[in-house]
Structure formats: structure tokens, C-alpha cells
């Protein structure tokens, strides 16, 4: 799987929109990239997956530039409730004998 | 609600104890995984399975073995529990055909004593 870099940590006020940026400059012609959501005391859970271009969801928006050696995570108007740890994934989303490697992700706090 | 459901939401155990993990999921998934999460550490795969009876060791199997006798059901054992086994322990389960369709249980904070 393509290695991820993304910040350790980011603090933001309610309101905001918050956007985490992930680095993976190895990326793979048949890799996707995936992020998912870990709220304290809970398992991680996915919100939203990107080839290329930009992706939305009820939750989030994924924007990936045309090289695909990052991506970005949008968060629109957080409130406390998105407090929580983010995890960037790259990697062929069909190959189903590949366990994840999630790494140390990024925590989200955000302050009222 | 499809779920994964882990037996012990909290569990302290004594230095030495053989402790078993439980873990079923309800979607027919072909396979599974335990994680195991600590601060700055991350999520660490401890071991995983694609099939019944099937296993594969992960980053950091020491001290670990697992059992997966039916579909829905894989089991996390701590041969001989030790104090740096203390940690949060993640199952997951995901269909085969797709990678990143993990499902997460909601983890069993383990305290080894």
C-alpha cells in the first residue's frame, strides 16, 4: 500500500470548515484513496472515497488534484461532534487480501 | 443495522491468564481482522483471516493467536496475558470482493493486571 503523511493534529472553532491534506506520492494507477473516522472510544468507521476529482457526501468532500499525490479532506461547518481522529488510506480497493494499514492519522479537536 | 459485534466491551485480566477475544459479524464477510490500538501508536494488525479456518499473521502477532472455526466468528487469544497486552482491541470484517468496506466492532479496552 502507498505510504500516507498527514498533520498529527488540528485544532478548529465550530463553524469552520476544516481541511486535512494527505500526502501519497507513490500512488498506484489502480489505487483509491479512503478516509475514515475514529471517535473517541469507538472503531474507526469510512466516510469517503475518491479516485479522482472530487468526491461529496453527506459527510464530507474529498478533493484530489489531477496528479493524485494528495488529496484533501473537507469537513464543512464542524461542530463538536466532529471531534475525532482521521485516517488517510491509499490503496486498490479490489485487492481483498490486503489488510489496511491505517497509521497514526489526524486528531481533529474542535473547540467551541 | 449490520454489525460486529465484540463480547466484552471492558475486560481486566491477571498476568499470565489465557484470554480469549470474541468477535461475530452479521454480514457474511469473508474476512476479518484484529487491531490493536494504542496512544501514538495508531492501529496495529495483529492478525487476519479470508476464510474459515484460514490465518495470517500481521505486524505484530507475538504473543497472539487466533481461531476462526465458522464464517462469522473470530477470536482473538492471548496465550499467556502480559502488561504491555493492555490496549484497545479492534475487530473488523470487510466482503472480499472490496478492500476498504470495513466494518469496525466498538473495541475491548483490555487491562492486564
Known amino acids: 500500500l502507498a505510504k500516507t503523511t498527514q498533520p498529527i493534529s488540528m485544532d478548529s472553532y465550530e463553524g469552520q470548515e476544516v481541511n486535512i491534506t494527505c500526502s501519497h506520492n507513490n500512488i498506484a494507477t489502480n489505487d483509491y484513496i479512503t478516509w475514515y473516522q475514529q471517535f473517541p472510544s469507538q472503531g474507526p468507521r469510512f466516510i469517503i472515497q475518491g479516485y479522482k476529482t472530487k468526491v461529496t457526501n453527506e459527510v464530507a468532500s474529498l478533493f484530489i488534484p489531477a496528479d493524485r499525490k494528495s488529496s484533501t479532506l473537507s469537513l464543512p461547518r464542524v461542530s463538536l461532534s466532529d471531534t475525532a481522529v482521521y485516517y488517510c488510506?491509499?490503496?486498490?480497493?479490489?485487492?481483498?487480501?490486503?489488510?489496511?494499514?491505517f497509521g497514526k492519522g489526524t486528531r481533529l479537536s474542535v473547540i467551541a | 443495522d449490520v454489525k460486529v459485534t465484540q463480547s466484552s466491551r471492558y475486560l481486566v485480566k491477571r498476568t499470565g491468564e489465557k484470554v480469549f477475544l470474541e468477535c461475530v459479524q452479521d454480514?457474511?464477510?469473508?474476512?476479518m481482522f484484529w487491531y490493536r490500538q494504542d496512544p501514538g501508536l495508531g492501529l496495529r494488525l495483529i492478525y487476519f483471516?479470508?476464510?474459515?479456518?484460514?490465518?495470517e499473521k500481521g505486524d505484530i502477532p507475538e504473543g497472539y493467536s487466533v481461531s476462526r472455526e465458522k464464517k462469522e466468528r473470530f477470536s482473538l487469544i492471548l496465550e499467556s496475558a502480559s502488561t504491555n497486552q493492555t490496549s484497545m482491541y479492534l475487530c473488523?470484517?470487510?466482503?472480499?470482493?472490496?478492500?476498504?468496506?470495513?466494518?469496525f466492532g466498538s473495541g475491548t479496552r483490555l487491562t492486564v493486571v
Open positions: 483471516s479470508y476464510d474459515v479456518k484460514m490465518k
Open positions: 488510506l491509499v490503496g486498490d480497493r479490489n485487492s481483498g487480501n490486503t489488510p489496511l494499514v
Open positions: 454480514m457474511d464477510h469473508e474476512n
Open positions: 473488523a470484517s470487510s466482503p472480499q470482493s472490496s478492500n476498504y468496506g470495513y466494518t
